[in-house]
């Protein structure tokens, strides 16, 4: 038996109309302002929200190798807690998933453990050491596409012969871009006057930009598609901006954490380590204008969990990443469409329909016939993050305390409710 979300206000054609939504065989069967009730179980949302489901395409979920960190069922429950019905996983496991043989433990633990729909990444590199290709043509019929996150690809010509190979099975590479030669030691925060006022080495903005740089001119050399990870710097949105101006198939993501907080707001503390690194005022407002200009195509969480002893040891000492999907949405919509700053309608496209178009997954869009992947999201729902409510293993966070004003009531991945929060108090 299906069942109908009755009276909520709908996301269709980029506004919202009040419509019922009825599921049946974990699809959508009919939208109209008015169902019949009878032989469905109804479950009553007037003055909620019913949007595609959230995809994110760079996460962590640290399974195989990792698991004291995160599994596939505690991540997709945090997932699902956000109200993700699709994440992308990224490669930098135990085993490195670089053929066939060594996607499979991760493969299997999908199938066996995911609330939602994981769509993993294949290496690019053997190993992710940057020395030879991964076994691409192998693995790409598995992999949403090939990334060595975490790392960056040194060599340019490494970088050209996987962008030769991603192009030739239409599969983008989704790059980390970090050149390891203009890293200081021990560098973990933006090397701006925050760094220099506090006596920490700093992460300048050119590690990341001159990479950026240089596989644009890959692009525009092979043709390949290409996704930049987690961009942070002013100037990485410029490149970006004039490669799209230009036709390249150039693509990129930023994080929330990113179009919120800049090195300002750092605390000696773990959780607000994170690479890159949150950097100054004046790139998370470069940032906010390339989402608002089109530049920037998705926001990604980059969820990256680690243990409460790895993120113990303030900034200079802890782990690099932070945990985000459960947080992602009541922030930017408390600090960006609250604010006025960035239209829902545009946050709903960075989140849900644009990275799914990118990398051509199913979903982002609400329609009779399609697959009932859907968020319910409450706009007046006051209440306090708490990590230690989190469904990761993971609870560094730079928003532990904030006071957000909206919830994920509930999340719905393959016609089945994967969670749901309707009745959630203060806290």
């Given amino acids: ?23 049946e065989n974990g699809r959508i069967v009919s939208i109209s302002p008015s169902l019949p ?7 009553e949302i007037q003055d909620l929200l019913i949007v595609p489901g959230f995809v994110d395409v760079h996460v962590h979920l640290r399974e195989p190798g990792f698991s004291y960190k995160e599994t596939f069922a505690s991540g997709t429950a945090a997932a699902a807690a956000g109200g993700y019905t699709a994440v992308c996983p990224m490669p930098n496991l135990k085993p490195v998933p670089d053929s066939c043989e060594t996607l499979k433990p991760e493969l299997d633990a999908i199938a066996r453990d995911a609330k939602i729909h994981v769509y993993p990444y294949g290496a690019i590199t053997a190993g992710e050491q940057g020395q030879f290709l991964s076994d691409m043509a192998e693995m790409a019929p598995h992999v949403a596409g090939f990334s060595d996150d975490g790392r960056g690809v040194q060599s340019d010509e490494m970088m050209r012969a996987a962008m030769k190979a991603a192009k030739a ?39 990341e930009w001159r990479q950026v740089e240089r596989d644009i001119g890959l692009v525009r050399e092979t043709g390949c598609p290409y996704h930049v990870c987690h961009i942070s710097a002013k100037e990485s949105v ?16 930023t994080g ?69 999907l459960e947080t992602a949405f009541s922030i930017l919509y408390t600090q960006l469409v609250q604010t006025g700053i960035v239209p829902l309608e545009l946050l709903l496209d960075r989140l849900c329909v644009r990275p799914r178009k990118i990398f051509g997954l199913p979903g982002g ?16 729902r006051p209440h306090t993050i708490n990590s230690r409510n989190f469904n990761s293993m993971g609870r560094a966070t730079p928003f532990d305390g904030w006071m957000v004003s909206a919830a994920v009531a509930a999340t719905i991945c393959n016609g089945k409710l994967v969670y749901t929060d309707f009745q959630r108090e203060d806290t």
């Avoid at 890293?183 to 080495?201: E, M, Q, R, Y």
């Fill in 256 to 324: 929330p954490h990113y179009l919120v907080l800049c090195d300002e707001d750092l605390q000696d503390e773990g959780r607000f380590k994170m690479n890159p690194p949150l950097r100054s005022a004046a790139d998370r407002d470069a940032l906010l204008e390339g989402l608002l200009d089109g530049t920037i195509d998705c926001i990604a969480t980059d969820h990256a969990p680690h243990s409460a002893e790895e993120k113990s040891k303030g900034l200079q000492g802890s782990a690099f990443g932070i945990v985000g």
């Fill in 1 to 23: 038996m299906g069942f109908l979300l009755a009276r909520g206000s709908v996301f269709l054609n980029g506004g919202f109309q009040t419509a019922d939504v009825a599921v």
């Fill in 238 to 253: 410029a490149l970006i901006r004039r490669a799209k101006a230009e036709g390249l198939p150039v693509t990129c993501e």
């Fill in 169 to 207: 099975l239409d599969k983008p590479i989704v790059a980390h871009c970090e050149v390891n030669a203009l890293l200081k030691p021990g560098g973990c925060i933006h090397d701006g006057t925050w760094a220099k006022a506090h006596g920490f080495p700093g992460i300048s903005s050119e590690s």
């Fill in 365 to 380: 869009k609400i329609a009779e016939g399609a697959p009932a992947d859907l968020t319910v999201l409450d706009l007046n």
């Fill in 37 to 43: 009730r009878e032989n469905r179980s109804v479950i």
